[in-house]
C-alpha cells in the first residue's frame, strides 16, 4: 500500500528511499512509520503488539508516542487511538500524555499571553 506524505499528518518523518526489487527506486516507511500508518489508520488489529513485537526498542517509544501525539486533535478517532496506545503500552503512555497534556498547556498558555493586548501607563491599548 502506498500511502501520500503529502497529506499524513506525519509528513515524511521515517520514510526513506530505497530499492524495491522489480519497481525500482521509492519511498519506504520505517517500522516505527508503518506502525503509525496502521494506527493512523485505524488498523487496530494489524498493528497490535506493536511495543513487542514491531518495535520491540525501548529507544522508539518516546518517537512514537510523540508522532501518535500528532493525532488527537482528530475527535472521532481520538478515544480509539488512546484505547490502543493504553493498550499497548500501559503506564508509559499515560505517563507520556500527562506530560504532553503539561506542555500543551504551557504552549497555550503562552500563545494566549503573546495574543493579549499590551496596556500602556496611561490605560491606553497597544498590540
Known amino acids: 500500500m502506498t500511502l501520500d506524505t503529502a497529506t499524513s499528518p506525519f509528513g515524511s518523518w521515517d520514510v526513506h528511499e530505497g530499492e524495491v ?3 525500482g527506486r521509492m519511498p519506504l516507511a520505517g517500522h516505527v512509520r508503518a506502525c503509525l500508518d496502521l494506527v493512523e489508520q485505524g488498523m487496530y488489529g494489524a498493528a497490535q503488539g506493536t511495543r513487542d ?9 518516546d518517537a512514537f508516542m ?3 501525539w500528532k493525532l488527537r486533535r482528530r475527535r472521532g478517532q481520538w ?11 500501559y503506564g508509559q503512555w499515560l505517563d507520556f500524555k500527562d506530560r504532553a ?27
Do not use: C, K
Open 101 to 127: 497534556e503539561q506542555a500543551d498547556e504551557v504552549a497555550s498558555a503562552e500563545s494566549d499571553i503573546d495574543s493579549l493586548p499590551l496596556r500602556r501607563r496611561d490605560g491606553s491599548h497597544r498590540r
Open 53 to 61: 513485537q514491531f518495535l520491540d526498542n525501548p529507544a522508539t517509544t
Open 66 to 68: 510523540r508522532q501518535v
Open 79 to 89: 478515544p480509539a487511538i488512546d484505547w490502543f496506545m493504553g493498550h499497548e503500552y
Open 21 to 23: 526489487p522489480g519497481m
